[in-house]
């Protein structure tokens, strides 16, 4: 019966609609126990993606553009998130800063992000308001204004976010050093941020040309969440988008990382009290058989209080102040990235030692049934607290449909979980934690603090 | 709002249930918080907080945390000047077992030599940590000064010199005076009924001791008098963090929502003033804002921003410039009518879901907040005009007492950055490792 009132929907919405403008529905998929998410793709190459929520009367209105660092070349590096810093400047209707005034006197809470392989525009707002932000994120999809003066303006910007994040941010400036140790031959191995020297060299030419080629319809998804129905949506985007046309997208040239055959190493001297290491093991991408199995064993090494490494590293031995892990969830292998912070006197090797002792036990001994539990619990718990604002949900199914195609693959992952064996977490650890396939960067403190080096 | 408050023989029970997805919050505050450490004790209360957290029950920490994870829930401690809170999440199915936790952390913390001992050294080692961030150091450095013999002046984490002489002793004593029913405000929300919720409220403080009632005995702060300036010196600093500012005001001001309104103009949001001149015209600094946070008494008013060292003293200058006008001259028209559609509607993300409704209930009850705040808050920004908006900026904010806070590389830049602040009546230079 739904079928059938929605097929009556489309044909009204397509009667006498250019082909651009055609919509239809691409899907249904259930996202959790009571939501679903629907699919629906117009002739321009538009995809749509509705999770009718009625449990609030706001609307998360996601827009997710298949183009992130890893589309940069050398020397162009941090384009993609310049670009998403101009996305907030003038348009051919709206003068400089009218967008964000709008959506603001809208109550609209907005935010935007890039990252290796995406880039997402996050507009929150309450449910009267969807067609304004309609209209203006169609207008800004094609109809941005790029002349010299926001240019340079918005490159000082990004320059001052970079000293922020990085260059006077110890942890911003490891983690930069880890990737490009790690990667030689993929695009990953620049920041997303980009290098200073690219930063400050783009031209508004350079913002032109890579706005021309990826924001397009046939390059973005719309991820709506909320208060919405089905038919008002898709009427006020084919009207705002439909007359859209698609561009020719490059073909992709990113290089494969060739296998890592020896460890690489590197130290770095910094303004900071204690000496610090960063660890990156190349691990698959989040697409992978095996992505899954590394994730819960890095819940059992690095998750909260009572996992292995804080127990080891903070409490029993003291020499670190805090470690930590993040696997990464993009589309080509990445890395599994280790930080840790050194307790007094104590050093980057003695860290070293002790991870690499509790890597040793997951691979020779095994990981009891208790702690695969535990793991499994805390990674539902998180997913779970992610999805309580419509905006969670609106990123969650945005970030795995961009990245994997599948816009409830977060449930399928726990399900996914749900299948890791004692022998899988074993296996994960064999293959990918090991030294030669690592990178590692340690910090030397320039200013040891001598109260806690005299202990 | 759709929160429910029950009284429990003088405790405060806020519930609202929502079975939108399978968790429940629980919450258990204090309505007091770090301002109880004792002199020469700061840190008291929130070591004190972080030992429950460790030994509930008589447990290890590793005990306490493998139960909680394994009930998919978690359980942190949160110590602010005016408040304790644990808050709790679980998978609803667990919710029982989990309160039995929470049960042992709040009135049964077992407080082992072994483990204070341990987090004495922690705690010791994360202030160490800490002076990576140069934002917390601008912040900690722009309190202490800005509240120079208040209260709000003292460091909620400690000190170095003063978190290692503290005892079990000291400890318990804080917590036995504390951490009683009658100063205790609870509050559930997610996927629970209102007789699971009470039910499970009882218990919690049917385990909890008795004791006199906290009594708030700070007074409001006074503010800066004349303009300081105090530099954070730290090496190799490519930007530095800048804060600026004065005393603010409490929702119990009359004024308070007129000044709320004000600041949104001045900085609270992506197309004010402030985000307007540094950001989009200059591209000085990444962010820029002003806030005006409320605790149980006026706290500060303040401006941020984070420019490269070179830009900071023209930075400084130009803030200073705008405040001026924004004192002197007050809002447009056109602006107060922008800032009150956005307060308005933007609203909506405050209580988008049963836990923030409760937790703006819950801040009502912790902050003193005047009755029917949040119940009327779209009433009373609708009601701000023109003259109160400006009047409140005229009343309550004096450009020409303030602090401020800079962390830098001293022999940089600190001479310059003193030349940017006319009128300057003290200035000092602090070391990033300063205690």
């Not at chain 1, 030419?205 to 909320?226: H, K, L, W």
């Not at chain 2, 001026?324 to 308005?344: F, M, N, P, S, V």
Request: overall charge negative; aromatic content about 6%.
């Amino acid at each position: 019966m739904v079928s059938r009132a929605r097929d009556k929907r489309l044909a009204q919405l397509n009667q006498g609609a250019a082909p651009h403008a055609q919509v239809r529905h691409a899907g249904t998929t259930r996202f959790g126990p009571t939501l679903a998410v629907e699919r629906f793709r117009f002739g321009n190459g538009l995809e749509v993606l509705l999770c009718e929520d009625h449990s609030a009367p706001v609307v998360a209105y996601h827009t997710w553009y298949r183009v992130g660092s890893r589309h940069e070349r050398p020397g162009k590096t941090g384009l993609a998130h310049l670009f998403e810093h101009l996305m907030f400047n003038e348009t051919e209707k709206l003068g400089a800063g009218e967008f964000d005034r709008k959506l603001e006197e809208a109550g609209a809470e907005s935010n935007a992000a890039t990252w290796l392989d995406w880039t997402q525009y996050t507009i929150a707002i309450p449910k009267q308001q969807l067609p304004l932000v309609i209209r203006l994120e169609a207008e800004r999809m094609s109809h941005l204004v790029l002349r010299d003066p926001q240019v340079k303006s918005e490159k000082e910007v990004v320059a001052n976010e970079r000293r922020y994040r990085v260059e006077d941010d110890v942890e911003g400036s490891v983690s930069e050093t880890l990737w490009a140790m790690a990667f030689q031959k993929h695009a990953y191995q620049w920041p997303t941020i980009g290098w200073m020297a690219d930063i400050e060299a783009f031209s508004t030419e350079d913002c032109q040309e890579f706005y021309r080629t990826f924001y397009a319809p046939n390059n973005a998804s719309i991820v709506v969440v909320g208060d919405v129905t089905e038919n008002a949506l898709l009427s006020r985007v084919q009207e705002a988008y439909g007359h859209l046309p698609p561009s020719t997208l490059p073909l992709e040239d990113v290089q494969p990382e060739p296998p890592q055959l020896e460890e690489r190493r590197t130290v770095l001297s910094k303004p900071t009290a204690t000496e610090k290491i960063a660890i990156g093991y190349h691990t698959p991408a989040i697409g992978d058989f095996d992505h899954p199995a590394l994730s819960l064993l890095s819940e059992v090494l690095f998750g909260g209080r009572a996992s292995r490494m804080h127990q080891s590293l903070v409490r029993q031995l003291e020499i670190a102040s805090e470690v930590r892990v993040f696997v990464g969830p993009f589309r080509d292998p990445g890395l599994t990235e280790i930080f840790a912070s050194a307790r007094g006197s104590h050093t980057a090797e003695e860290l070293l030692a002790a991870i690499d002792q509790e890597i040793a036990r997951v691979c020779d001994e095994p990981i009891s049934s208790d702690e695969i539990e535990r793991a499994r619990a805390r990674t539902e718990l998180s997913l779970i607290a992610g999805l309580e604002t419509a905006d969670g949900k609106a990123s969650t199914i945005g970030f795995y449909d961009t990245v994997l195609g599948r816009p409830a693959a977060a449930f399928e992952r726990l399900e996914d979980l749900s299948r890791v064996t004692a022998s899988d977490l074993r296996r994960v650890a064999r293959r990918y934690l090991v030294p030669r396939q690592r990178s590692v960067v340690m910090v030397r403190a320039q200013n040891g603090d001598k109260k806690e080096a005299a202990e | 709002m759709n929160v429910q408050s029950i009284d429990l023989g003088g405790r405060r029970l806020l519930i609202e249930s929502s079975p939108a997805l399978p968790l429940v919050h629980v919450t258990v505050a204090l309505t007091s918080g770090a301002l109880e450490d004792p002199a020469g004790k700061e840190g008291l209360t929130r070591l004190t907080a972080r030992a429950m957290r460790r030994t509930g029950g008589g447990l290890t920490q590793q005990q306490l945390d493998t139960r909680i994870d394994s009930l998919g829930g978690s359980l942190g401690a949160d110590v602010s000047h005016s408040t304790v809170s644990f808050n709790g999440t679980v998978i609803a199915r667990n919710l029982d077992a989990f309160l039995d936790l929470m049960i042992d952390v709040l009135a049964r913390p077992g407080f082992s030599e072994e483990e204070l001992a341990l987090l004495r050294r922690e705690t010791e080692a994360e202030l160490i940590e800490a002076r990576d961030n140069d934002r917390a150091l601008a912040r900690r450095w722009f309190s202490r000064k800005m509240f120079a013999g208040h209260p709000y002046a003292r460091s909620v984490s400690g000190h170095l010199t003063t978190v290692p002489t503290m005892t079990a002793g000291d400890v318990r004593a804080l917590y036995q005076r504390t951490w009683t029913r009658e100063n205790v405000v609870l509050s559930f929300s997610g996927d629970i009924d209102a007789a699971h919720a009470r039910a499970s409220a009882e218990r919690l403080l049917e385990a909890l001791g008795s004791g006199p009632r906290l009594a708030d005995q700070v007074t409001d702060p006074t503010g800066p008098r004349g303009r300081s300036l105090v530099f954070v010196d730290k090496p190799e600093r490519t930007q530095t963090q800048i804060l600026i500012g004065g005393l603010g005001s409490h929702p119990r001001d009359p004024d308070h929502i007129a000044l709320h309104v004000a600041n949104t103009v001045l900085g609270g949001t992506f197309t004010a003033r402030l985000m307007k001149e540094v950001r989009s015209k200059r591209g000085w600094s990444y962010g820029a804002y002003s806030s005006l946070p409320y605790d149980r008494h006026r706290q500060a008013f303040s401006l941020w921003t984070f420019p490269k060292a070179s830009d900071a003293a023209a930075c400084i200058q130009l803030e200073l410039e705008l405040l001026a006008a924004w004192c002197e001259k007050g809002i447009t028209q056109r602006e107060l009518a922008g800032a009150k559609r956005y307060l308005t509607r933007s609203h909506a993300f405050a209580i988008d879901t049963a836990t923030k409704r409760v937790g703006l209930a819950f801040d009502a009850l912790i902050y003193d907040l005047p009755p029917g705040y949040y119940e009327g808050y779209l009433d009373h920004i609708g009601e701000v005009s023109l003259e109160r908006a400006n009047a409140a900026i005229r009343d309550r904010i004096d450009p020409e007492h303030l602090v401020v806070a800079v962390v830098g590389t001293a022999a940089e830049i600190e001479a310059e950055v003193r030349a940017s602040i006319p009128g300057l009546s003290a200035h000092e230079i602090v070391a990033h490792d300063a205690d």
